[in-house]
């Protein structure tokens, strides 16, 4: 039975990585078997610049911490070495991760994720990697704004010039 002290850090860790779990819009669990120190070090920092949280957990303080989270359906692959990667941004984790993991696919591959309020399995989160960045998809849809824009206000000039062509 472990003391005192270590049952005490055991929960506050817990309870931390519940609050975590709770305010995140995206959580990506990681299978990362055989990841060697500096590949590790490259996806950490990758991650760290998108303002991703990644660490290393135990299943089992996992498992409780998806639990009181209210997302039980992610402790059904909680076996193995596992990582989370937690953070604010829905497409972030995995895109990094995927992009990652598709360099190393024999010893690095996603497990499962949770992405604004959807679970979503592998070829889901897959999916969701190949998707453009958000702030792209403003730029392109601001493009496209801007582009209508464009023509229309080229369209009345040339209308314009018409009737003043005609008077």
Known sequence: ????????EKQAQVAAL???????????????KGINVADDTKLR???RAENVE???VKN???????KQ????????VLNGTTAVAISDDEVAPARVIQKYASKNKEFFNMKMGYVGGNYM??????ALAALPSRDVLIAQVAGSLNSIIASFA?????????????A
């Not at 039975?1 to 005490?8: D, G, I, R």
């Not at 089992?60 to 998806?66: M, N």
């Not at 399995?121 to 897959?126: M, T």
């Open 18 to 32: 519940t609050e975590k779990l709770k305010a995140a819009k995206s959580v990506v669990l990681v299978d990362y």
């Open 54 to 56: 990644y660490s290393v």
């Open 1 to 8: 039975m472990p003391s005192a002290q270590v049952l005490s």
């Open 45 to 47: 920092s990758d991650l």
């Open 60 to 66: 089992t303080l996992l498992t409780l911490a998806c």
């Open 121 to 126: 399995n592998v070829d889901q989160l897959k």
């Open 69 to 76: 989270a209210g997302l039980d359906e992610l402790t059904a």
């Open 154 to 166: 080229r369209a009345i000039s040339e209308v314009a010039k018409k009737k003043e062509a005609e």
